[in-house]
């Protein structure tokens, strides 16, 4: 999980994951320097599953979720943002895909910060589906809505410091290398605000902006290839 003042939800979507590990399943939580409540509001769960490492400077987001997977130790990675809700069944039902795939990327139910259901299905909203070249152009790996293998860091670990955004770096990566999943049942609840970082379910950005994302996206990925 990647942290930044997140005091609003940080609690609720902590108990939600909590709630479904075993002891010795881990949180690994990196605040990129927040200036709220939200590491008083993590040590008051006083749970040592959670462990909390603090950025010594701002990494942004793509950096703090690369710190926590650095010291992430588990098998497998489930992915979290700190405003969203897991559903119960999300930990178990991963688990299990995970046992024969190298990725698994499910649907969730988008609402507001007041729990008001937006859409019911981000899979049929995005028009999401399998292929790189598909999701060069129109990405469906939204992070929180990830998990995969460990030997999928081997390779996608250190992120490029020009890409944009994580998610899709690694989703793109596993499709050139890797067996993935598109699970149909939504597993969380995916928390659309004000503050929300990506920009993958909403309107995005200018032509040139989106140009640009996606060709350092390609330029790095055939780079990796190549190494």
């Not at 698994?104 to 259901?117: F, M, S």
């Not at 899979?123 to 809505?145: A, E, K, P, V």
């Not at 944009?164 to 659309?192: A, C, N, Q, T």
């Not at 004000?194 to 990925?221: C, D, E, H, M, Q």
Request: hydrophobic share 40%; glycine share 8%; charged share 25%.
């Amino acid at each position: 999980m990647a942290a930044y003042n997140g005091e609003q939800f940080i609690e609720r979507q902590l108990r939600s994951i909590l709630s479904q590990l075993a002891e010795e399943d881990e949180i690994i939580i990196s605040d990129d320097g927040s200036t709220d409540r939200t590491l008083q509001v993590v040590s008051e769960l006083a749970d040592n599953r959670i462990k909390v490492v603090c950025n010594r400077h701002k990494r942004g987001p793509a950096g703090n979720f690369e710190t926590a997977l650095e010291l992430a130790t588990g098998d497998y990675i489930i992915l979290s943002d700190q405003d969203d809700i897991w559903l119960p069944d999300k930990v178990k039902d991963i688990s299990e895909l995970l046992a024969n795939n190298d990725l698994v990327l499910t649907d969730c139910e988008i609402i507001d910060q007041d729990g008001k259901l937006l859409h019911p299905s981000f899979f049929t909203m995005r028009g999401s589906r399998r292929g790189f070249w598909h999701n060069l152009f129109r990405n469906s790996y939204i992070g929180c809505c990830m998990a995969f293998r460990r030997a999928v860091l081997s390779y996608a670990l250190p992120f490029p410091r020009t890409i944009f955004l994580h998610d899709w770096w690694i989703g793109l990566l596993v499709e050139l290398r890797g067996s993935i999943v598109l699970y149909e049942k939504p597993l969380i609840k995916y928390v659309r605000h004000g503050n929300n970082f990506s920009p993958t379910g909403g309107k995005g950005y200018g032509l040139a902006k989106r140009v640009r994302i996606r060709f350092f996206l390609l330029w790095n990925v055939i780079k990796r290839q190549l190494t």
